[in-house]
């Protein structure tokens, strides 16, 4: 199994700390808020970690603010502790999509190349032609996405599979995979956000045909962020996070639903940047060691830092790629 390192340049500490992700955090928790206000709202209980199994009560609480999330003792990944219904939550972030519409897409051109030479990496490094590629959902998720395949990838040829109002349960991706006949699938922005993630994997492998690629991304509990600034981590956006998957509990779901674990990385480039960020402007913030660390950083140190993150699988994003 592969676990490569990307060296990716840090990125721009507006991009990451400006007015727009606060802003966004707002609009979710409002939205979260709202719909725990709602008599009509139904939820599910998770009384298990939804990557390992391990029993709830046996799990410590992450967070405990708003929403009750647990973190698994067994593998790390931080989950909701009850989720409301998938129609529910599309429906939510559909909303959400639309009434941001006009300052969507614009910055993420960086993201949309990470992605593009994810797959073209793997495909070099497997010796395997990804000729036909099915989008699912990341196109809902960011508008300019298409447009950027058609611009970049000129050795594929892509689907997209949006997210609509009645894609709650997974019945109708699966036959839209079937009917694609992908040779692999990019899932970059769903694992996270779904009731259960267990099912949507398991639609992907009962429709692909065996031997198809899926390539995955998720954030990731094992990231330091997560490990030091815990639910204050600027990336915890409760509706948004409803599973945060650890390296080893996404691989021991993975295992369990019979895909094939090709390759894992955590290719996340911020966790630094962060940090760094917080730890400069939280005076009275006094964490051994990372207090002076990262006072005294300058750029060398943060990205040297981002790398052996990256290596130790210890960013605040991973990746995996599957083989069903
Ligand atoms: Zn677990």
Not at 271 to 290: G, H, M, Q
Request: aromatic share 8%; glycine share 4%; proline share 5%.
């Amino acid at each position: 199994m592969q676990t490569p390192v990307f060296l990716d340049h840090l990125p721009d500490i507006d991009a990451v700390a400006g007015q727009k992700p606060a802003q966004y955090r707002l609009e979710r928790n409002k939205a979260l808020l709202e719909l725990m206000l709602d008599q009509s709202t139904v939820w599910h209980d998770r009384n298990a970690c939804p990557a390992c199994d391990q029993d709830t009560t046996q799990n410590p609480f992450f967070s405990q603010t708003m929403m009750e999330f647990r973190r698994c003792m067994n593998c790390n990944s931080i989950y909701a502790a009850r989720v409301p219904g998938q129609t529910t939550i599309d429906r939510l972030r559909l909303d959400h999509i639309q009434a941001r519409a006009a300052d969507a897409g614009g910055d993420r051109e960086f993201e949309f190349t990470s992605l593009l030479n994810w797959i073209s990496l793997t495909e070099a490094r497997l010796e395997r032609k990804l000729d036909r590629v099915l989008d699912i959902r990341f196109a809902t998720q960011a508008p300019a996405w298409p447009d950027a395949t058609e611009r970049l990838s000129h050795n594929r040829s892509w689907d997209f599979l949006e997210l609509t109002p009645e894609s709650d349960d997974f019945s109708a991706l699966e036959a839209a995979v079937a009917k694609a006949a992908p040779k692999a699938i990019l899932m970059p922005a769903e694992l996270d956000r779904v009731a259960d993630p267990a099912a949507l994997l398991s639609a992907l492998k009962a429709a692909a045909t065996p031997g198809t690629v899926i390539f995955v991304a998720s954030s990731c509990a094992d990231g330091l962020e997560y490990e030091i600034l815990g639910a204050d981590s600027p990336s915890f956006v409760p509706l948004d996070r409803l599973t945060v998957f650890s390296v080893k509990g996404f691989e021991t779901l993975s295992t369990k639903l019979g895909l094939q674990v090709l390759e894992i990385s955590t290719p996340g480039r911020l966790d630094a940047v962060i940090l760094d960020r917080y730890f400069k402007s939280a005076e009275n913030t006094a964490i051994p060691f990372w207090s002076s660390f990262f006072r005294e950083a300058d750029k060398n140190r943060l990205r040297d830092l981002q790398i052996l993150l990256q290596r130790s699988l210890k960013s605040g994003v991973l990746r995996f790629v599957l083989e069903t």
